[in-house]
């Protein structure tokens, strides 16, 4: 059986990438530069829920909103790449391909979970739950870059490392839902029903039609 060679991620588009998600995160800062420092620290602390939850719509969450998709769409193709190379190489424009089913995951489920909240008159905990994901997401896209110019640029060739960040990122998206659990136990205890019906709706349907479509 002969050898398949390794396909390399080329680095002038990557960086090219990198530069624009740079470009993104320095333009959020001038916006917002306290918010920006904040994102950091939201899986040890509540500062950031506290101080900004009734900005959904800031131009800050827009322009990161654009680049922790770029970064995330980057994470899903390195995976890709590692581990299933053959199919990177016969796909067409394989990030954006990535990019768009992303797109299309994030609007599907907006979409579904306001029609969740209006039937269930159930906008205001909508709201807030959408919020701390939105801000765990952010905060998590900002760890996942540093991780991945490491790994693009240093450890490319080291398996360890990759399945290191998969962990931390893994821990990160535990953080979250240990912590919606914990704001909203009483609300999940009384209304168990709907949350199941929530979570099904809103984090199992939408990922399983993205995957869907993209096979």
């Known amino acids: 059986m002969e050898a398949l060679e390794r396909v390399i991620i080329s680095k002038d588009w990557t960086t090219l990438l990198i530069l624009v998600i740079v470009f993104l995160i320095v333009v959020s800062n001038f916006i917002d530069q306290k918010r920006l420092q904040q994102l950091f620290t939201i899986p040890f602390d509540s500062s950031y829920r506290l101080n900004f939850a009734h900005q959904i719509w800031h131009g800050f969450n827009v322009l990161f909103f654009v680049a922790s998709n770029l970064i995330l769409s ?9 581990f299933y190379p ?28 306001k029609l969740i909240a209006y039937l269930f008159e159930i906008k205001k905990i909508h709201n807030q739950i959408t919020f ?26 080291r ?17 979250r839902y240990l912590q919606l659990l914990s704001l909203y136990k009483r609300q999940i205890v009384f209304h168990l029903f709907y949350f199941i019906l929530y979570l099904c709706a809103l984090e199992i349907a939408p990922l399983l039609i993205a995957i869907k479509i993209g096979i």
Do not use: C, N
Not at 74 to 82: D, E, P, R, S
């Open 74 to 82: 980057l994470f899903i193709y390195t995976i890709l790449q590692h």
């Open 159 to 175: 398996t360890s490392y990759f399945y290191v960040v998969l962990g931390i990122y893994l821990f990160l998206l535990i953080m």
């Open 86 to 113: 053959d199919t990177i190489a016969f796909t067409s424009r394989p990030y954006m391909r990535i990019v768009g089913l992303l797109l299309f995951y994030w609007f599907f489920r907006y979409s579904i979970g």
């Open 132 to 157: 701390i994901k939105m801000s765990y997401f952010f905060s998590s896209s900002l760890y996942l870059l540093v991780f991945l110019l490491f790994y693009l640029y240093f450890f490319e060739s």
